[in-house]
Nanobody, 117 residues
């Protein structure tokens, strides 16, 4: 099990940028896949982006070309750089990590991102 703490949410105008950070309590070398998910009011939680230990990335179509996921194994941290933000990006963003040998993923507590029009 790994504890995850997200940082960097806030209020931003449409077209602006934010960078989210997720600090892991365990070495990210022990983590297979890390990702960001989001949940807007009244909607189901959805995938935003994932990154494997080898650096392969995957993005939701809605954020391709605007968001970039990266991980710094030396700092046990995964980032989500969000550019050209839209009001529909407003949601609680959650960090997620699947450790090697684990059958379930761990979640952070979430951080609110609000994009005003």
């Amino acid at each position: 099990q790994v504890q995850l703490v997200e940082f960097g949410g806030g209020l931003v105008q449409a077209g602006g940028s934010l960078r989210l950070s997720c600090a892991a309590s365990a070495s990210t070398f022990r983590i297979n896949v890390m990702g960001w998910y989001r949940q807007a009011p009244g909607k189901q939680r959805e995938l935003v982006a994932t990154i494997t230990s080898g650096g392969s990335t995957n993005y939701a179509d809605s954020v391709k070309g605007r968001f970039t996921i990266s991980r710094d194994n030396a700092k046990n941290t995964v980032y989500l750089q969000m550019n050209s933000l839209k009001p529909e990006d407003t949601a609680v963003y959650y960090c997620n990590a699947l450790m090697y040998g684990s059958s379930h993923a761990d979640w952070g507590q979430g951080t609110q991102v609000t994009v005003s029009s």
